[in-house]
């Protein structure tokens, strides 16, 4: 009996019981680093879209790194401009194909 007691008290722990958290949703953005300041640590972010966020630590990122950001609607599902990053990975870089590159014969693969 103690250990079911213990079982049910352990998920109702993982309940959230915060009446505000159905409005609490979270999603994944990709987006493109298009500056570092190293003064004040800050990595500036394009998304597909256009708009531009921004994060702090600028170590182990380059300009034109992809990172995937985790955002948080800040409890507004009607706007994105509220939206707040929780936490970012690289996830690659962005490799621009010039014009002589993809007609000089040499990639045949993915066109």
Do not use: H
Not at 70 to 81: A, K, V
Not at 86 to 96: A, H, I, K, R, V
């Amino acid at each position: 009996m103690t250990k079911i007691c213990m079982i049910l008290a352990f998920i109702a722990s993982l309940t959230n019981t915060n009446p505000s958290a159905e409005n609490q949703e979270l999603c994944m953005r990709a987006m493109e680093i298009v500056q570092l300041d190293y003064n004040t640590d800050t990595v500036y972010c394009i998304d597909a879209v256009g708009l531009e966020w921004a994060f702090l630590g600028c170590e182990d990122y380059n300009e034109g790194d992809l990172v995937t950001a985790l955002m948080w609607n800040n409890g507004t599902c009607n706007t994105i401009l509220d939206d707040v990053i929780l936490d970012t990975e690289y996830s690659g870089y962005w490799f621009d194909y010039s014009e002589d590159f993809l007609n000089d014969g040499t990639r045949t693969w993915g066109r």
